[in-house]
Structures are given as C-alpha cells and as structure tokens.
C-alpha cells in the first residue's frame, strides 16, 4: 500500500490506503468508526449478518501495528457498535484486543453508538483528545466552533465520493479534508457511507473539499466544489 503524504499546521501526516492516518513524529495511529460486533447486534430482529466483521476489522488493524510499529492507537469512536458489544466478542477477538495492548497505548474515544466506556477491553476511555496542533473527536464539530490554529479529526459520517470513470460510477470511501478539518473513512468491515454531497457532510466543507478516495493499493486524491 502507498501512502498518501500530507502537511497540516506544519505537521506531516500520512493517509493511509487502508482508511487510516500515521503521525510519524508520535508514533500515533488513528482509526474511526471500527464498529466491533455489528455482525452480531442484529440477531434478535432476525437480521443475520455473517458474524466475521470484528475478526476482519481486527486483523486489519493488527497488520498496521506489525507494519507502523505506532506506540499509540487513537481510535474516534464507535469502537463497539452497541453497548452490550463487548459481551459478544469470541475469546480469540478479545486475545487479539489484550494482544494489541501489549505493544501499544490503546486510546478510545466515545462516540454515539458507545457513549459509555467499555470496561471490558484494555485502554484508556476519553470523550476528545488533543494532540499538538491536532484535536480528536468522534462527531464533527460545527464550522463555528473549530479553534483557530487547530485541526479537528473525526469520525462518524462515514465519507464516500461517487465518481464517474469511462462511462461507469464508482463510489469509495474516502478522506474529506480542507485545512481545518479530516474527516475519517469508517474503518469498520461492515459499515456504509454518507456521499460527500450530503449537506452533513458538505456544510462542514464549505466551497471546497479535498477527497482521498480509497483504492486497491493507494489513495486517489479529487479536490471537488462543494454544494
């Protein structure tokens, strides 16, 4: 996988092909959106979901650890994907959580669908994070409310972009930036997506955003006029 390089505020930031952001100079990986176990949340309703997304999302994970060698995981909520999450994880999921925490510094934030912490997994609990010129939360934060001099990362909408490629329309997941701003892919194996169009997304991004669409081994960048 190639990565993308980026500067903000000075700072060099690398996005990743995977859905995920390595800050070289602190060693920090950052995830959004995992939601651990939603294969699983549906049962009762009679909606089955083949029950491999944790496993999936996990591995994933683990091969950036192996591969970053990051001392800090940051992960921007809706980690779990319901409260009673945790409850589900098979003993081989919650070796590989134990396993990862390890060799790492895990942090979660909460988000909507885990508003609680999890007491049941190693790591630290927070509601946001700041790092350096860099501020963590798992919902975006009005245009209004953005600080000066700092950019926020977040998570929750789940960006994709839909493009048009010979003829046929292609929709990805994606990075949504400008210079205040990063919005995260969710990294999750089971998760969907809001088009960058939507006013949710598009009114965080005013006149101009720039997208990293995910692809096979690297990202594809589309700076695009917003709506």
């Known amino acids: 996988m190639i990565p993308s390089p980026v500067e903000l505020m000075n700072e060099n930031l690398l996005l990743l092909a995977e859905g995920a952001v390595f800050w070289p100079d602190r060693h920090l990986l950052i995830v959004a959106d995992l939601h ?5 949340s549906r049962r009762g ?3 089955l ?3 491999y997304d944790t496993r999936l999302t996990l591995d994933r994970l683990s091969a950036l650890i192996t591969h970053w060698k990051p001392h800090c995981v940051l992960a921007l909520g809706d980690n779990f994907h319901d409260g009673r999450a945790a409850e589900r994880l098979l003993p081989e999921d919650r ?3 134990a396993m990862m925490a390890e060799g790492v510094e895990l942090v979660w934030l909460t988000g909507n669908h885990d508003p609680q912490p999890v007491e049941e997994v190693p790591g630290v609990w927070l509601t946001e994070w700041q790092e350096g010129p860099f501020s963590f939360r798992h919902i975006p934060s009005p245009n209004a409310d953005l600080a000066p001099g700092i950019v926020e990362f977040s998570g929750h909408l789940h960006p994709k972009a839909r493009i048009s490629i010979r003829g046929h329309s292609l929709t990805r997941s994606c990075f949504a930036t400008n210079d205040q701003r990063v919005i995260l892919p969710a990294f999750g194996s089971y998760t969907g997506g809001l088009d960058v169009r939507d006013p949710a997304i598009s009114a965080l991004l005013p006149k101009k955003a720039r997208l990293y669409l995910l692809g096979k081994d690297r990202l594809h960048r589309l700076d695009m006029a917003m709506p």
């Open 36 to 40: 651990l176990e939603k294969g699983t």
């Open 45 to 47: 309703s009679g909606i």
């Open 49 to 51: 979901l083949p029950p």
């Open 95 to 97: 070796a590989q959580l």
